[in-house]
């Protein structure tokens, strides 16, 4: 419940391209949506159905359209940036309802190999240009998320809340409920806390994984607090990206959430529009 809301993101944009037979191929993974026409019109369309099925929030299709990603690509940051935000926004115009837009900033290297995180002033410079990019193109909110490691996911947040734009930080974590890294959800909000940050969870893990971490962050961040939760349907591909399993039914994902002590639910790799609308349905027979 954020300001006496409970709200719902949307699914996954990712493979969610990839089921309608757009290229998600590695490394620019769902951001070859934003190179071509066609890709735009499949990205609008995904948001369009995300917003259709209940999501309050969009979240920008902004993952890998970072410098570090496009190295060597012909692409620009800032532009790939702007496309993807303005997508989410036609996207909100178009619904003709109210409904925010989330600025994704991911990892600048693998979600699942927190070895690779940058050094600091890497970090800083190169979190500081998307988060520029994202304000500039104006997003509502900052969603730094599938955050492997506190080291970066406290730089990248330091620089977010300058902004003055509300900022939440979400977690990837093993199944033991640690983040990838080794450390504690309760010494990353430890951390963030102070920073001001508005909202903290986990996401990108298998779903039944996610109620151990926020129970562990809900012990440290108060009765009251927002918490984030989206889980993920399916595995990770080195050659391919992501595998679509349909391990998880709506319903059944549907269940899983109803354990996560999170406000603010939605849908990560895997998950559709099918998803969310289940947990819009659910959500409305609790409140």
């Not at 979240?59 to 990603?69: I, P, Q, S, V």
């Not at 009251?224 to 349907?233: E, H, R, S, V």
Request: charged share 20%; glycine share 10%.
């Amino acid at each position: 419940m954020v300001n006496g809301e409970l709200l719902l993101l949307d699914g996954a944009t990712g493979t969610e391209l990839n089921r309608r037979g757009g290229d998600t191929g590695l490394p620019l993974w769902s951001a070859n949506a934003l190179t071509s026409d066609s890709g735009l019109n499949v990205l609008r369309e995904i948001h369009l159905d995300y917003l259709n099925a209940g999501a309050d929030i969009l979240t920008t299709n902004t993952f890998r359209t970072h410098r570090r990603a496009l190295v060597g690509k012909g692409h620009s940051a800032r532009e790939l940036t702007r496309l993807a935000v303005a997508t989410a926004q036609e996207a909100v115009a178009e619904f003709g309802q109210p409904a925010r837009v989330a600025g994704s900033l991911a990892p600048l290297e693998d979600c699942y190999c927190p070895d690779l995180v940058p050094s600091d002033d890497e970090c800083r410079a190169e979190h500081s240009e998307r988060i520029e990019h994202l304000v500039e193109a104006g997003v509502d909110l900052l969603l730094i998320e599938t955050m492997n490691s506190i080291r970066e996911a406290v730089i990248a947040a330091k620089l977010a809340t300058a902004t003055g734009r509300p900022t939440w930080v979400s977690f990837v974590c093993d199944r033991e409920g640690r983040i990838l890294s080794g450390e504690s959800v309760a010494d990353a909000a430890g951390m963030l806390l102070p920073l001001g940050v508005k909202a903290l969870g986990v996401n990108c893990g298998p779903a039944h994984t996610l109620a151990k971490p926020l129970t562990e962050l809900r012990a440290i961040c108060g009765p009251d607090f927002p918490l984030i939760a989206y889980g993920n349907i399916g595995y990770a591909d080195e050659a391919q990206g992501w595998i679509n399993t349909d391990a998880e039914s709506p319903e059944s994902y549907l269940q899983y959430a109803q354990t996560w002590q999170a406000q603010i639910v939605g849908g990560c790799c895997g998950t559709t529009p099918d998803h969310i609308r289940k947990l819009r349905v659910g959500r409305n027979q609790t409140t």
